[in-house]
């Protein structure tokens, strides 16, 4: 685990404090330094220490973790980042006002106690940010652990106290978010015994989309109440045309190589993947009930789900494919390098979080537009983005598993995404002759198959 893992994991675990420090700053009213600092200190110095406190233990009984360390420390971060999304979804919780020891010390136990367990994955998958021995390079991430949770939880009094609870549900979403993505990572550094995918361009790749999709759901803050048809029109445009040249180029086109010289057989189990790909994704679109909100299609099944919902789905099925998209991209290039180069991997991963920008904004919006709390939109918009690294991983630890199904994976992927761009397309124009729309398309294709070609 280096320094970039050790920083996300920080943040990571830092949401959980920042979430209650937001409720804090919210009961307290008006606030002075002094509560930023008292609050930032607790949840700081009891976030650094239950990881250290965990690695003690788990170090006396590291002969038998050992064995299934790397699959423990897997489930663990898995639980503890499940959780912490459960929670974004649960009610309010009750937070006391007062910064002294009664009111502050059982919430720095609460928020810190995930931490003790993570301190005992650092003896599957040790700190190893300095040449020195284990014990400097865990305090050194615990030391870095409490200084990120002072400062995030010292950011999050203030914001608390200035914008209320509504940045709180999203903030957990993306800390669970984090903490399952660097569990799956860590399996997958710990499956993989060529070491190649120990490299931190991997985990910084996986999340590029998913910074996408937080920007486009913090748009909901702005003061602009709407956006007009042909701005909507030209953002889905643009979106769909991305999503088809990754399909077509960053898939499809490495997954079959060159047709004149492929063997018959492969293009067949190629064309095979494809369709299955269509097929599961017809699935999803007809099984999972979801809206598309400016058009005011439902579709699915018959559910009692809240309306914001459903129109949150509706992203999350478009996301799933993207995420197995992102993973077979990475996969390539880390067991095919003649497939996907590092640069066209990154550009790759740029695109998809390019396109996921509106693709939030078009949940978020329509959400609080409906006189839900821009609260709710941001969290609504951010937790339909989550698949996309998620399941960039799961693909990621099935590809180092099965090395010789990528090729049918990254085809299947591509089937799955076109059939969402051809299925959403007339939606996109939503009953309006618009040829912004339609260029917006060709632009966005073009761009990519142009940043593709231009790397390899």
């Known amino acids: 685990m280096g320094i ?12 959980d404090a920042f979430a209650v420090s937001i ?29 250290f406190i965990g690695y003690m233990v788990g170090s006396r009984f590291e002969k038998w973790i050992g064995v299934v360390a790397p699959w423990v420390a897997f489930a663990l971060l898995l639980l503890i980042g499940i959780n912490m999304i459960r929670e974004a979804f649960s009610e309010e919780e009750e937070t ?11 919430m720095a136990i609460a928020t810190s ?52 609870i509504r940045y709180k549900s999203g903030s957990e979403v993306a800390g669970g978010t984090i903490l399952i993505f660097i569990g799956f990572y860590s399996l997958i550094t710990s499956l993989d015994k060529s070491g190649a995918l120990s490299d931190s361009d991997t985990i910084f790749g996986m999340l590029i989309p998913f910074a996408g999709t937080l920007l486009g759901a913090l748009f909901v803050y702005t003061k602009r109440k709407t956006i007009s048809d042909n701005i909507r029109m030209i953002f889905a445009g643009s979106s769909a045309g991305i999503m088809l040249s990754i399909a077509v180029w960053g898939m499809l086109k490495p997954s079959i190589g060159n047709p004149g010289s492929a063997d018959v057989r492969e293009i067949l189990f190629i064309f095979l993947s ?37 129109v949150m789905l509706s992203e999350v099925i478009h996301h799933i494919p993207e995420g197995i998209a992102l993973g077979t991209i990475y996969a390539a290039h880390f067991m095919k390098t003649d497939w996907i180069s590092a640069s066209t991997a990154f550009v790759l991963a740029i695109a998809v979080a390019v396109q996921n920008f509106p693709e939030a904004l078009f949940v978020s919006l329509p959400i609080r537009d409906k006189g839900n709390g821009v609260g709710k ?79 390899m």
Not at 25 to 36: N, Q, R, W, Y
Not at 43 to 48: M, N
Not at 121 to 145: G, L
Not at 384 to 412: C, E, N, Q, R
């Open 4 to 15: 970039f893992e050790v920083l996300l994991l920080s943040v990571g675990l830092a949401m």
């Open 23 to 51: 409720c804090k700053g919210l009961t307290a009213g008006k606030i002075t330094i002094k509560e930023c600092l008292i609050c930032g200190v607790w949840f700081g110095v009891f976030q650094g220490l239950m990881p």
């Open 96 to 106: 006391k006002a007062g910064f002294g020891i009664k009111q502050m010390f059982p």
């Open 113 to 164: 106690i995930d931490a003790l367990a993570v301190g005992i994955t650092f003896i599957a998958f040790p700190v190893e940010v300095f040449d020195a021995s284990k014990m400097f390079n865990t305090v050194f991430a615990c030391i870095t652990i409490t200084i990120v949770t002072f400062i995030i939880s010292f950011a999050g009094v203030r914001i608390g106290s200035a914008f209320g």
């Open 274 to 310: 494809f369709c299955a790909g269509v097929g599961a994704q017809f699935l999803l679109d007809h099984l999972v009930p979801h809206t598309h909100a400016y058009v005011d299609i439902t579709e699915g099944l018959n559910s009692k789900l809240k309306p914001e919902t459903k």
């Open 377 to 455: 939109a941001f969290f609504m918009g951010v937790i339909s983005g989550v698949p996309v690294p998620i399941m960039a991983m799961i693909t990621l630890v099935v590809v180092v598993i099965f090395p010789g199904a990528l090729s049918y994976i990254m085809a299947a992927a591509a089937g799955a995404i076109i059939f969402t761009v051809v299925e959403e397309i007339p939606q996109m124009y939503a009953g309006k002759d618009n040829d912004k729309g339609a260029l917006a398309f060709v632009a966005g294709f073009a761009l990519v198959m142009f940043m593709i070609f231009v790397k």
